[in-house]
């Protein structure tokens, strides 16, 4: 097991008698206008992984398109190596933000708080602003799925503040680690 840096967790807690356990996370930044050279957001979620002991197993950036972006996740989905999925950009309003309507409906279960928690660490940050936003998460075969907004504040507020906490097998009182072993449960 991989060690994580011990951070005090907001509205929780991390058990020290827990081991860590290290997860394969996925990075996918939905954008026309970016490169993975100039991708700020992707390449601070993939290092903020790494940091927090985590493995990135891969990162890919697609056009926002909604074929392209569902094919992306949904090789993820299939890939039994891949524990979990964030992506970021695309979660607006506008016509070009499709994140929501590619990834959705891959969804066998939405994780419904994600939205409520979200909405609630980004007013801190950006006040009514978050209403603008449709971050979003679920589940699909087995793996976890966060869908962020494509700005750098946004991906520190839900990886710091949020998706960091649920993926970190120490976080009590619950975290989503527990539960990936019956995510696929009939």
């Known amino acids: 097991m991989t060690n994580a840096p011990d951070l005090p967790a907001p509205a929780g807690r991390l058990d020290p008698d827990l081991d860590f356990q290290s997860l394969n996370i996925a990075v996918l930044t939905v954008s026309d206008t970016r490169t993975l050279e100039t991708d700020t957001s992707g390449q601070l979620l993939a290092d903020r ?3 927090a002991g985590h493995s990135l197993i891969g990162r890919s950036l697609v056009r926002d398109d909604v074929e ?26 506008t016509g070009r933000d499709i994140t929501y ?4 409906p ?21 006040g009514l602003s978050t209403l603008l936003s449709r971050a ?18 946004a991906c520190k507020d839900g990886w710091d503040n949020i998706i960091r906490w649920q993926l970190d097998s120490r976080h ?13 449960e009939v």
């Open 136 to 153: 979003c998460a679920g589940v699909a075969n087995g793996t976890v799925i966060f869908c962020l907004p494509g700005s750098n504040g």
């Open 68 to 93: 392209a972006v569902a094919a992306q996740v949904k090789s993820w989905i299939e890939d039994p190596e891949v524990d979990a999925i964030v992506s970021t950009g695309g979660t607006g309003l």
């Open 106 to 126: 891959l969804f066998e279960k939405r994780i419904e708080g994600f939205d409520t928690v979200w909405h609630m660490v980004s007013y801190q940050s950006v």
């Open 101 to 104: 309507e590619a990834v959705t």
């Open 172 to 184: 009590r009182p619950c975290n989503l680690v527990d539960l990936m072993p019956r995510l696929m």
């Open 49 to 51: 992984i790494g940091e």
